[in-house]
T-cell receptor, first 114, second 107 residues
Framework: NAGVTQTPKFRVLKTGQSMTLLCAQD?????MYWYRQDPGMGLRLIHY???????AKGEVPDGYNVSRLKKQNFLLGLESAAPSQTSVYFC?????????????FGEGSRLTVL | DAKTTQPPSMDCAEGRAANLPCNHS???????VYWYRQIHSQGPQYIIH???NNETNEMASLIITEDRKSSTLILPHATLRDTAVYYC????????FGTGTSLTVIP
């Protein structure tokens, strides 16, 4: 049981390049989340999904797009990367309301935009 | 989702109880109080959650005031490994983490 897996774990981009971060969970969870964490700061919610085919904006959605075509996958896209998007990105998932509410996190993806 | 207010930092002597406060005066009736912690740059770790009643598990206790406007996370016997950033979250679906409290356990 792998839990939540993020791919890739490290990436260096040039300004203007695009990329996609993949989050995969094998726990049949309904809810999935993408966060970013800058040095010395807390996690900020980018986008989230409450089920397959749904997405919603969080606190800092600008510059990012997401898709949830399959229940187990939640993709985070950067269409035109900027240095301000240099950060560590965390994906998380949890079951439906009524469960413990525990968020299961991936190990994080460190992105550097030059 | 309701906002939370936590002190930015706290110290606690090893072996003593660590009491971490959180204010959430705008909490609504169906919102839960969750606590997570983050050690170094790892993904946050779930600690405990509750709605109205006090809760206890193997890691900690959660005390929620009767009006639900504040709560306290209690680590009964803090160890050096409890040094971390602790986040109090009040939420339905969104899970906004805020800035948390940096707890340092002192030998």
């Amino acid at each position: 049981n792998a839990g939540v897996t993020q791919t890739p774990k490290f990436r260096v981009l040039k300004t203007g390049q695009s990329m996609t971060l993949l989050c995969a969970q094998d726990m049949n969870h309904e809810y999935m989340y993408w966060y970013r964490q800058d040095p010395g700061m807390g996690l900020r919610l980018i986008h989230y999904s409450v089920g397959e085919g749904t997405t919603a904006k969080g606190e800092v959605p600008d510059g990012y797009n997401v898709s949830r075509l399959k229940k187990q996958n939640f993709l985070l896209g950067l269409e035109s990367a900027a240095p301000s998007q240099t950060s560590v990105y965390f994906c998380a998932s949890r079951g439906t309301s009524g469960s413990s509410g525990e968020l299961f996190f991936g190990e994080g993806s460190r992105l550097t935009v030059l | 989702d309701a906002k939370t207010t936590q002190p930015p930092s706290m110290d606690c002597a090893e072996g003593r109880a660590a009491n971490l406060p959180c204010n959430h005066s705008t909490i609504s009736g169906n919102e839960y109080v969750y606590w997570y912690r983050q050690i170094h740059s790892q993904g946050p770790q779930y600690i405990i959650h509750g709605l109205k009643n006090n809760e206890t598990n193997e890691m900690a206790s959660l005390i929620i005031t009767e009006d639900r406007k504040s709560s306290t996370l209690i680590l009964p016997h803090a160890t050096l490994r409890d040094t971390a950033v602790y986040y109090c979250i009040v939420t339905g679906n969104q899970f906004y983490f805020g800035t948390g409290t940096s707890l340092t356990v002192i030998p």
